[in-house]
């Protein structure tokens, strides 16, 4: 594991939490900033996204640099986000080039956890965007990361009764690459361990998606952290039983930082390299989701009794 085993611990990635508990709430926003000039896309698997950009990083398309990452609550209501961390962005220069300013380019992907707190109108703001992206500018770098009941955890559930929340682990590899992911489990399944569900779970709509942010300080062109973001859903697979339904949102974002080069001297190197890569973000993918469910802890609101899962995989 890396020295924090988050997602921080790749250079230059931060990450900023904002919330909301009380008074009919229980949603928030969770922003991951990567240092500028770094390169993303995106893979969504899942049969029930809630996104926003997200076309804007596939490798055909003109941008190849992503400014910020927002996973949110308020299902499609909470990519408002978005905006209010893509104005954080504008005012410290971050963004696309182009006359008179720049374009922040602020892909966003959202769970659905309407009315966890008791009001189904308490969602996250442009504001709340704002101040998880101003949270995570703010961070030392190496920071640790709020896991459990934070950010776009907040309103998180598995299984559809027990709470679910945000996860993070890292892993380094030869020559200096590091591999970190960081998820918020807001899962239709429940933990893989040993390869056995540990309880089953019925209750509720089936409105579940598990949100990822890879980040690795390897130099990837953009249509290499494609494969790498596509890659990294067999960590999903990895971690819950079912995943991907059509009730499922999953989706994964690959950021590479474009720090440190991996061996391309020549074609079987080149492939090696990747596949490395990409099987250590699977896995580091899966680590970040059980880490989130271990994180979590019970709530109770207007709404319900949310039971903490993590006692159960102890």
């Known amino acids: 594991m ?14 900023g939490h904002q919330q909301k508990s009380d008074d009919g709430w229980l949603s928030g926003v969770t922003v ?71 374009v922040p380019i602020v892909p966003a992907a959202a769970i659905f956890d309407l009315g966890r707190g008791g009001d189904f109108s308490a969602r996250p703001t442009a504001d709340m965007g704002y101040a998880a992206a101003a949270a995570a500018g703010g961070q030392e770098e190496g920071h640790d990361v709020g896991r459990g009941n934070v950010g776009a955890g907040t309103g998180a559930l598995l299984g559809r009764t027990y709470k679910g929340g945000v996860g993070t682990a890292s892993v380094s590899l030869e020559g200096g690459v590091l591999v970190g992911a960081l998820a918020v489990v807001n899962a239709l399944g429940l933990p893989l361990v040993g390869h056995t569900v540990l309880q ?15 980040a690795t300080n390897a130099i990837l062109d953009v249509a290499e952290c494609k494969r790498t973001a596509s890659a990294s859903h067999a960590g999903i697979a990895r971690a ?42 699977a896995d580091v993918v899966r680590l970040a989701i059980l880490d989130g469910v271990a994180s979590a802890a019970a709530v109770t609101t207007p709404a319900g009794h949310y039971g903490a899962y993590g006692a159960e995989m102890r």
């Open 200 to 214: 089953e779970s019925v209750a509720g709509p089936p409105l579940n998606t598990t949100l990822v942010v890879v």
């Open 240 to 281: 819950l039983s079912p995943s991907h339904t059509l009730a499922d949102g999953d989706t994964v974002f690959c950021l590479a930082t474009q720090a440190v080069a991996l061996d391309r001297s020549d074609e079987p190197a080149r492939q090696l390299s990747l596949i490395t890569l990409q099987s250590a973000a």
């Open 32 to 102: 991951v900033l990567p240092p500028a000039g770094t390169l993303g896309s995106v893979d969504v698997q899942g049969g029930g996204p809630a996104t926003h950009e997200t076309d804007a990083l596939d490798p055909t398309t003109l941008v190849s640099a992503v400014d910020a990452v927002v996973l949110t609550g308020g299902s499609a209501y909470g990519l408002a986000s978005a905006s209010g961390a893509q104005r954080w962005c504008e005012e410290n220069g971050r963004g696309f080039a182009v006359p008179g300013g720049v």
């Open 2 to 15: 890396g020295a924090m085993g988050a997602i921080t611990d790749v250079p230059g990635v931060r990450v």
